[in-house]
Structure formats: structure tokens, C-alpha cells
């Protein structure tokens, strides 16, 4: 089987001051509802010429994109907490994900990076929702991809 289910994926906030390969102190973040996707993406380059009449492609500069994190808010939640103090701070943190995909080693498909807490929102909805939390991060480096060995 080459898949693997989205349940079961945690994320972790660390500290703003090792790299993220470096650090020791990761805090789970409590009721994720959705990761969202991220990754880099390159902006593309058009290059015309009136004697050709072709556009010819090239990648310009990259963006290692933006996570926007959907919660359940919990406020006694450490990781919560966490992306509290992070969002009123100039500073990058450091993230990780462990998706649920551990292989034979039990070490899971893990991707480590430092990003900026840009926004978090609060949504209260109707009566029939819980409130919840739109946590905008923005990559802030090159992500750190450690593959589960199966």
C-alpha cells in the first residue's frame, strides 16, 4: 500500500531560536481539524519575443508557501498557547509534523521548518459549531522532509 490516511498527523510548535533540526522542545498542538496543504511553489518567468511569437518558460524566485492551520479552540492547551505568543512575536518559530505513516523503523514521515504565526482569527459560527481557530503560518525557510523507512 503507497497511501497513508491523514488521521492520526500531529503538529508541534517549538521555541524561535535553534533551527529546526536542532530542536529539542516540541509542544503538540491540541484539536487540529486540518493542515491544509503546503510546499513550495515558484513563480514563473514568461519570456516573449515579437519575431518568434512564443512564450518561453523559466522559474523565477520561491515561496515555501503558507499553512493555514484549522483548530478547535482549546485555550488551556499548551500548543494553543504557544501559537498565542508566537503570533504578538517579530520571531520565527520552529514546526513539525509527524504524519501517521510509520514504517517498520516507527519513525513516521516527519517535515520540520520555520515559519512566522501571521494570524489567528476566532470563529464563533451558529449555534450547531464549535468555535474555532484560523491559524494563518508562514513558511519562513526551506522545509526539512525526513521520510518514514518502510
Known amino acids: 500500500m503507497g497511501y497513508h490516511t491523514a488521521s492520526g498527523t500531529k503538529m508541534f510548535i517549538g521555541g524561535k531560536?535553534?533551527?529546526?533540526?536542532?530542536?529539542?522542545?516540541?509542544?503538540?498542538?491540541?484539536?487540529?481539524?486540518?493542515?491544509?496543504?503546503?510546499?513550495?511553489?515558484?513563480?514563473?518567468?514568461?519570456?516573449?519575443?515579437?519575431?518568434?511569437?512564443?512564450?518561453?518558460?523559466?522559474?523565477?524566485?520561491?515561496?515555501d508557501g503558507m499553512i493555514t492551520l484549522k483548530l478547535h479552540a482549546d485555550d488551556p492547551d499548551a500548543g494553543q498557547a504557544a501559537l498565542v505568543t508566537a503570533l504578538d512575536d517579530d520571531a520565527a518559530?520552529?514546526?513539525?509534523?509527524?504524519?501517521?505513516?510509520?514504517?517498520?523503523?516507527?519513525?513516521?514521515?516527519?517535515?520540520?521548518?520555520?515559519?512566522l504565526v501571521m494570524k489567528m482569527?476566532?470563529?464563533?459560527?451558529?449555534?450547531?459549531?464549535v468555535v474555532d481557530y484560523t491559524v494563518s503560518i508562514e513558511i519562513n525557510s526551506g522545509s526539512i522532509v525526513v521520510t518514514a523507512a518502510s
Open 93 to 115: 518559530y520552529n514546526f513539525k509534523i509527524e504524519e501517521n505513516d510509520e514504517g517498520a523503523t516507527g519513525h513516521p514521515t516527519t517535515t520540520k521548518f520555520k515559519a
Open 121 to 129: 482569527p476566532k470563529a464563533i459560527g451558529s449555534g450547531d459549531n
Open 17 to 63: 531560536t535553534a533551527t529546526p533540526s536542532a530542536e529539542t522542545t516540541w509542544t503538540e498542538i491540541g484539536e487540529v481539524v486540518d493542515i491544509g496543504e503546503y510546499g513550495r511553489t515558484y513563480n514563473k518567468i514568461e519570456v516573449k519575443s515579437l519575431s518568434t511569437r512564443g512564450v518561453r518558460k523559466a522559474k523565477g524566485s520561491f515561496d
